[in-house]
């Protein structure tokens, strides 16, 4: 039984009258006699006591009209709810991220973003660690992901940056650099002992402009446990984004800059160009919309 079977006993029932059933209906006055035959031979039942002067609806029809509504009703649901997932409107997206894409905003901002303007969609978050990144992306179990690139990616990602920060040196408060209270020389650490977070950028940049390859004391991974071993004396120093200075301050260490050109810190979205998920692509488009934020390190004290 199709669609259009239940539309044609539905009217019927509501106008009791195969001549105005059929006008609603755009169709012959006969047809419509026919497909009503159809439908009780299939069920095996009457629905309808027909005479020359009335239409009624037995009790068999009664309980079918019930049901054929709450189908037809249910019909347009499965419609309404395709239409808005063609349209990218409802759905899920799959999100990954690495930690220090929290600290500067930019996931928080267009997730707020995104639930405001399609708050039927549901949003999946979850932390990763950098290097699984892009595997997951490729294999489709996250559909988009922030990140803190250079990132070895395939071409068939796309790229948008979010944030820019720069690089600069975490240490203890009682390393005598930090007394000096000046941009640090990268030839200045060439003896001292590294706590590497997951993008080792910026240590390895500091180690080539000093003339020394970077001695790793530890690699804890998240930038809040890197700080905590700089904090607490376990490691010497750490090179961390910027944007740390006024997200992540903990007693027992300070920020200061790196003399020399700025060793920039980047936030980016990375996404598959090819993407066919209405709802996903929604989000790759506002994220594209976004300009990218610069952020300077505060002044030191």
Do not use: N
């Not at 012959?28 to 035959?37: D, E, F, N, R, Y």
């Not at 997951?136 to 944030?163: A, I, W, Y």
């Not at 996903?280 to 952020?295: A, F, G, Y």
């Amino acid at each position: 039984m199709e669609r259009r079977h239940l539309e044609y006993f539905v009217t019927l029932a509501e106008e009791l009258h195969f001549g105005r059933a059929a006008l609603r209906l755009g169709i012959a006055t006969p047809t419509l006699s026919v497909q009503i035959q159809d439908i009780e031979r299939r069920l095996g039942t009457r629905l309808f006591d027909r005479s020359r002067r009335e239409v009624l609806l037995t009790s068999a029809g009664e309980v079918f009209l019930a049901e054929a509504r709450d189908v037809l009703r249910r019909f347009e649901q499965a419609e309404t709810l395709g239409r808005r997932a063609g349209r990218g409107e409802i759905g899920k997206i799959e999100i990954g991220y690495v930690g220090s894409a929290l600290y500067a905003g930019a996931l928080q901002d267009q997730l707020s973003r995104f639930r405001s303007r399609y708050p039927g969609v549901e949003l999946q978050v979850s932390e990763w660690p950098m290097g699984e990144l892009p595997q997951l992306l490729q294999e489709g179990r996250v559909d988009v992901v922030f990140c803190r690139p250079p990132m070895d990616v395939p071409d068939s990602f796309g790229e948008h940056t979010l944030v820019e920060d720069q690089f600069c040196v975490a240490l203890p408060e009682t390393h005598p650099l930090a007394q000096a209270r000046a941009p640090v020389q990268p030839a200045s650490l060439a003896r001292e002992s590294f706590v590497m977070p997951e993008q080792p950028v910026g240590a390895m940049e500091v180690g080539r402009r000093g003339g020394f390859i970077p001695r790793i004391r530890s690699q804890p991974g998240h930038l809040a446990a890197v700080l905590a071993e700089v904090s607490v004396g376990v490691g010497s120093v750490a090179i961390v984004p910027s944007v740390l200075q006024r997200t992540l301050v903990l007693p027992g260490m300070i920020y200061l800059p790196l003399a020399g050109p700025t060793i920039v810190s980047t936030i980016a979205v990375q996404y598959r160009r090819a993407e066919t998920s209405p709802v996903v692509r929604r989000l790759i488009e506002q994220v594209k919309e976004t300009p990218c934020r610069r952020i300077d390190m505060l002044p030191l004290a």
